[in-house]
Structure formats: structure tokens, C-alpha cells
């Protein structure tokens, strides 16, 4: 791997005018208003591993058109009085696998809420949680960047994005979990999925995407040629007449302007060689966010990003909101 993208100190100013329709909020309002006059009905069934530190459940609650999105809950056995909480969501192609392969929150004390991904989980782990929309489908390249892409109103991403700020209300309708001490957090596609969380939910008290995915679409599609951004300029490729539709509906699930609304604290974290989500897609996202930030950088690592190093920078980062 070599750096291909700006330069760090050009990378560190990259401010990028922002793609962004003048119905973006109505948009987003009226999407949750209709997700939330469906029942939450979430279910929290305890499952046995043998853990004797943390207790784990099975998840099932109510997403984008009341439709049942799988997750887990871990919580710490140990523990005084309601707890904080981190939700987490997962990249791309993946799904929950088992609950015992997410115990490093509970480990340090927190509440921690995994969200399953509708539609994916056969890539790399396993999921448990169907994609049910069928209206306004279109053509769509193979994977889950161009399903419903000339239509914002049916696009993938508003399901998942919506299932997202969903599992927060459910994660904060357990009678465990402190909901003013929310976080969310995750890689990739879940990096990207944190921060438009954070763009729509404005309680969220942290935010720690890690070389996101989900921002800067246009750049991203124009600058590399790899998966899964790829999904998106194989569509243009055919279909040479929908560029400015696909553009005007990604512009509504773009991670910058979500960036732009998020008064969490957050901490971001990026690698200089990334060629599946490049720096300047992840900077332009950080640069535009609205509040208090910082970021990690690791100009040596791709999307493999800061690893356990980073981890241990996300704990120390929590520690000392949650003291």
C-alpha cells in the first residue's frame, strides 16, 4: 500500500462544499415520525453461554416500517444502578454472529447494544435479520449500495439509518440502561451508520466512527476503484442516463451532511492508506462536524484503521466522558 489521497496537512483543512437537498431535515423528520408510530415492542430474551462476567440477551425490536430487527444486549453482571450505553453497528456485508463475540464494552463496565443490519450478514458473519422492503425497488447492482438508488424515499440506506436511531430507542427501553448516557460506535459501514445516528439523534453524548464509510459519495466513487463504493459507479457505468439521480439521492445518506448536525463528542479515527473508504471521504465528514472532535490517524494502515491500538484509544475516550 502506498498514501494515494491529500496530503495530511491538505487533509486537515479539506472542507468540501456539502451536496445537500433543501428538504434534507423534512425528510429525515417525517421518515421517523413514521417509524416511531409503530410500536417499539422490544424483546429482551436471555441466552445462556456460560459467561460468568457478562449476561447476554437476544434482541427483537421494531425498525423502519415496524419491521423486526434482530440485535444483542450485554451487560456486566456486576453492576450498581442503571448503566451507560454503547450501541454499536456493524460493516459492511456483516452480521451479529453471536453475542460472546461482543463482550468488550460489558468488560469495561458499560451496557452495550449490537444492532443486526437488515439484509446483510452471509460476507464475513453471520445475520439474522431479512430486508422486507419491496416497494420502489429498481435494477440495482449486485450488494446493497444501489437498491432503490433513484429514489431517496425507497433507498436502502433509510431503512438501515432508521433501524439505527430505532435501536437506540430500544437499547434506552431496557430497564438497565441510563438513556441520558448513549454512545454509538462502529466501523466501516458502521462508522457511517454513528454518524448519521448522531446527526438524527441529538442526545447522543459520544460518537466514535471508525474509518467510516457512507461519506463524501461523489469523491469517494471518482478518486478509487474498489468495493463497495465501486457498486455505485458499475450502476452509472450502465445506466450512463441516472448519474444526477443517483448523486441526488445519495446527497440525503451522506455521512457530511449528517457531520453538519452532530453536537456529540466524538472521536474519529482514519487510515492514510485506505483505499475502501479514502482519507479525504473521512476528513471531509470530520471537518464539517458541528461539535467537540478529535481523530487518530494511522498513515501507515488501510482500512484495517488503528486496530486494538484504537481500541484502546475508544476506552480511554469513554473513560473520560463516563467517569
Known amino acids: 500500500m502506498a498514501t494515494f489521497d491529500l496530503s495530511l496537512s491538505e487533509l486537515k483543512t479539506y472542507l468540501p462544499s ?28 436471555r441466552v445462556n453461554y456460560g459467561l460468568t462476567a457478562q449476561e447476554t440477551f437476544d434482541v427483537t425490536f421494531a ?25 454499536e453497528y456493524i460493516g459492511y456485508g456483516g452480521g451479529r454472529s453471536f453475542a460472546i463475540d461482543w463482550l468488550l464494552w460489558a468488560s469495561a463496565g458499560y451496557a452495550h447494544f449490537v444492532m443486526d443490519t437488515r439484509g446483510q450478514g452471509s460476507t464475513w458473519s453471520a445475520g439474522d435479520t431479512p430486508d422486507l422492503y419491496s416497494d420502489g425497488g429498481n435494477a440495482h447492482y449486485p450488494g446493497s449500495m444501489t ?20 435501536a437506540i430507542d430500544a437499547a434506552g427501553s431496557h430497564p438497565e440502561v441510563d438513556t441520558s448516557q448513549i454512545a ?19 442526545d447522543v453524548v459520544a460518537a466514535m466512527p471508525d474509518v467510516p464509510f457512507l461519506c463524501h459519495y461523489r469523491r469517494a466513487t471518482e478518486i478509487e476503484d474498489t468495493y463497495p463504493y465501486k457498486e455505485i459507479a458499475e450502476f452509472c457505468h450502465v445506466h450512463r442516463d441516472k448519474v444526477d439521480i443517483v448523486f441526488k439521492t445519495l446527497s440525503y445518506f451522506d455521512g457530511v451532511n449528517f457531520a453538519a448536525r452532530a453536537k456529540a463528542k466524538t472521536l474519529f479515527s482514519v487510515g492514510l492508506m485506505d483505499k475502501i473508504c479514502p482519507p479525504s471521504t473521512v476528513y471531509a465528514a470530520y471537518n464539517h462536524w458541528a461539535g467537540e ?3 487518530k490517524v494511522y498513515p501507515y494502515n488501510g482500512h484495517e484503521g488503528g486496530g486494538s491500538y484504537q481500541t484502546v484509544e475508544k476506552l480511554k475516550f469513554m473513560k473520560s466522558i463516563w467517569k
Not at 429525515?28 to 417499539?40: G, I, K, V
Not at 425498525?63 to 450501541?87: A, D, E, S, Y
Not at 466501523?187 to 445516528?197: F, P, R, W
Open 184 to 202: 454509538v460506535t462502529g466501523g466501516s459501514q458502521g462508522g457511517g451508520i454513528t454518524i448519521a445516528t448522531a446527526g438524527l439523534v441529538p
Open 18 to 45: 456539502r451536496e445537500e437537498p433543501t428538504d434534507f431535515d423534512t425528510f429525515w423528520q417525517s421518515t421517523l415520525h413514521e417509524a416511531r408510530a409503530h410500536p417499539l415492542n422490544a424483546t429482551f430474551k
Open 63 to 87: 425498525g423502519f416500517g415496524g419491521q423486526p430487527i434482530k440485535g444483542w444486549l450485554i451487560l456486566p453482571k456486576q453492576r450498581i444502578g442503571k448503566l451507560p450505553c454503547i450501541v
Open 293 to 295: 472532535k478529535d481523530i
Open 147 to 166: 437498491k432503490g438508488i433513484l429514489d431517496p424515499k425507497h433507498y436502502y440506506y433509510r431503512r438501515v439509518f432508521t433501524d439505527a436511531v430505532r
